[in-house]
């Protein structure tokens, strides 16, 4: 007889898998919903006590590795890197894909902990109350290259050293993050641009871009022009759109800071398409090094992130158990100049 999952108690009642979660283990709902899905899993005989105690007494070992998309060049070496973690701790990774969907991403978690997986990596799609159910079961979570409900403004104070690097950005929810220094990163970039004589400089950003874009206003001072801050979906449809849009409504604009390895592809194929030349008619940095931006003709200078380093920090810290572990990893960035910014003419 098939065991009964807490999919199917979602499904049954109606609702997400995070609600089903958020209800059994005590967590915030309405009074309507917590009694329909109490009454659903009664009926279903589902028993959430019996998760309590595979993940209190027959751990299984092994790490969940959960990304919003595992073509992405980033998340791609990211993810080596906690293979390479797990692999010389003996540890086997299940992987899975999130499509920047937090509803996906419940539906992910709920299936870990069914394994009764313990211990996961993730760069996290939802808020902080995706993952309170997790962790009121017991589950040790980190996450690595974003954090769910980032500040406007984030102090960088009060930081913690770890192996010689700068550590503890604040964590939402007290979850250890290992994160790379997009703050430093962007503000040596503006300053390049600056210093090349760039007064019309945008910023191309997505989702989870509110560190990035609060360095970049810093950065520029009382240059910073808000039309000139364009935010993207998270598909590359929305990028190039962004993109074009952008280009097209400020043929003033002479430099552009693209936030991410997918906005600055978006970037040179509009820049391509309006015969915008690179970089006689517009300068372009672009965060994240990957490999076709070495290939670009002309290549693109980047801000560099250690991914696979990020990788493999986070799965460090998941494998802590019982041992006091930091609040975050802070590490550092690197600005690599190459033919993609010019004088501005």
Avoid at 168 to 192: F, K, N
Avoid at 287 to 305: G, H, K, M, R
Wanted: hydrophobic fraction near 40%; aromatic fraction near 4%.
């Amino acid at each position: 007889m098939k065991r009964t999952t807490i999919k199917d108690v979602a499904e049954a009642a109606g609702v997400g898998v995070a609600t089903v979660s958020r209800v059994l283990s005590g967590g915030s709902a309405s009074p309507e919903t917590r009694e329909r899905v109490l009454a659903v899993a009664a009926h279903l005989d589902y028993r959430p006590s019996a998760l309590g105690r595979n993940l209190r007494q027959q751990r299984t070992g092994g790490i969940g590795l959960l990304l919003p998309d595992l073509t992405d060049p980033l998340y791609g070496r990211l993810a080596e890197g906690v293979l390479a973690c797990a692999r010389s701790a003996g540890e086997p990774v299940l992987v899975g894909s999130t499509g920047g969907d937090p509803e996906q991403e419940s539906e992910l978690i709920g299936m870990l902990l069914e394994q009764s997986v313990d211990k996961v990596v993730a760069v996290p799609s939802g808020d902080a109350d995706t993952w309170g159910p997790a962790l009121r079961t017991g589950m040790t979570v980190v996450f690595a290259g974003e954090r769910p409900d980032e500040p406007t403004e984030e102090p960088v104070d009060d930081l913690l050293l770890l192996d010689g690097l700068r550590g503890r950005p604040r964590v939402e929810g007290g979850i250890p993050t290992v994160l790379a220094d997009d703050r430093s990163g962007v503000r040596t970039a503006v300053q390049y641009l600056k210093g090349l004589g760039h007064r019309r400089i945008a910023y191309l950003g997505g989702p989870g871009h509110a560190r990035r874009v609060s360095a970049f206003r810093e950065a520029l001072g009382p240059l910073v022009d808000d039309e000139l801050v364009v935010f993207a979906g998270g598909s590359r449809d929305a990028a190039y759109a962004a993109a074009s849009g952008l280009f097209q409504s400020r043929p003033d604009l002479t430099a552009v800071l693209a936030g991410g390895n997918q906005l600055g592809e978006a970037a040179v194929l509009a820049a391509r398409e309006l015969d915008l030349r690179i970089p006689r008619d517009l300068s372009l940095v672009m965060y994240d090094d990957v490999p076709w931006a070495e290939l670009c003709s002309p290549p693109l200078t980047v801000i560099a992130q250690p991914a696979q380093d990020l990788g493999y920090r986070a799965a460090e810290l998941v494998l802590r158990p019982g041992i006091r572990r930091p609040r975050g990893v802070l590490l550092p960035t690197e600005l690599i100049v190459r033919g993609s910014c010019g004088p501005r003419r």
